[in-house]
Nanobody, 126 residues
Framework: QVQLVESGGGLVQAGASLRLSCAAS????????MGWFRQAPGKEREFVAA????????YYADSVKGRFTISRDNARNTVYLQMNSLKPADTAVYYCAARGPYDSGSLYYSKNYNYWGQGTQVTVSS
């Protein structure tokens, strides 16, 4: 069982930066691939970024490529999402997710993740 707690959301102006954190419980954090998803009001949850257990492989949605960076610190059981050049279109609730070590499936799809955090709100004003 893995518990995930996101933090770092807030209200910022367009062009600003935020860094989201997701703290995970458990002693085998490095076994889990991690992802960030977001959901805006009235829209479906969408993939933002993902990272392999070792941190050697990262994946991004086209809409955030070049602006967002996912990283992880396995010693701290934490995954980060650095968000730069924020746009109003980035406004959403951001969720952290973990895919179990014995599970497979593309990291781009929410259905392949086993554990989810409660979400943190990011609001970008124009």
């Amino acid at each position: 069982q893995v518990q995930l707690v996101e933090s770092g959301g807030g209200l910022v102006q367009a062009g600003a930066s935020l860094r989201l954190s997701c703290a995970a419980s458990g002693r085998t954090f490095s076994y889990y691939a991690m992802g960030w998803f977001r959901q805006a009001p009235g829209k479906e949850r969408e993939f933002v970024a993902a990272i392999s257990g070792s941190g050697s492989n990262t994946y991004y949605a086209d809409s955030v490529k070049g602006r967002f960076t996912i990283s992880r610190d396995n010693a701290r059981n934490t995954v980060y999402l650095q968000m730069n050049s924020l746009k109003p279109a980035d406004t959403a609730v951001y969720y952290c997710a973990a895919r179990g070590p014995y599970d497979s499936g593309s990291l781009y799809y929410s259905k392949n993740y086993n554990y989810w955090g409660q979400g943190t709100q990011v609001t970008v004003s124009s």
